[in-house]
């Protein structure tokens, strides 16, 4: 807050009822919509870039994904899309591949996600499934190049 702000607070003749409005984040982002054509593409453009506070509108058909970046909530976003061009939109659930420990686990890969994403999976049970246990661990890393004492048939 700045010394203006500060001082406007005590000079202001209003009434004290009503309290600041919180101000808004500059944010990213992204949906998925399912695109088909050029038109569907435009009118979600259009939809997203009539909103108050979009800075930002990128559409790219062929990952079925939008995104925006202003001072908007995601929540508000996804509705306006949905209400303006009657698709169901959702938050983008994909990240990238390299972000994943295990990207082949089940629940995070998706054979639907594009090309060098898998699912964001924040369930603690999935990431469980993925571990090796330890007798695993103990056999593969037997083998292994890294290891000098391992047994080498040739």
């Known amino acids: 807050m700045g010394v203006l702000d500060h001082l406007s607070d005590y000079f202001d003749c209003s ?3 009503s309290k600041h409005k ?7 982002v992204e949906l998925k919509i399912r695109i088909d054509c050029e038109g569907c593409e435009r009118k979600v453009r259009r939809a997203l870039e009539g909103m108050k506070g979009v800075k930002q509108v990128d559409v790219d058909r062929k990952a079925n994904k939008a995104t925006v970046v202003g001072y908007v909530e995601p929540s508000k976003v996804v509705a306006r899309v949905a209400h303006r061009t009657g698709k169901k939109a959702e938050l ?3 990240v990238p591949y ?14 639907k996600a594009p090309a060098g994403y898998v699912r964001k999976a924040d369930d603690p049970n999935v ?3 993925a571990r090796a246990s330890s007798t695993e661990v103990r056999y593969t890393t037997a083998f292994s190049d890294e290891n000098p004492a391992a047994c080498a048939v040739m």
Do not use: E, F, M, N
Not at 22 to 28: A, E, W
């Open 15 to 17: 009434s004290h009822s």
């Open 22 to 28: 919180k101000r808004k984040q500059l944010q990213t």
């Open 92 to 94: 983008w659930p994909y």
């Open 98 to 111: 390299d972000v994943v420990a295990h990207p082949y686990a089940p629940g995070v890969y998706d054979k």
């Open 127 to 129: 990431y469980q499934l």
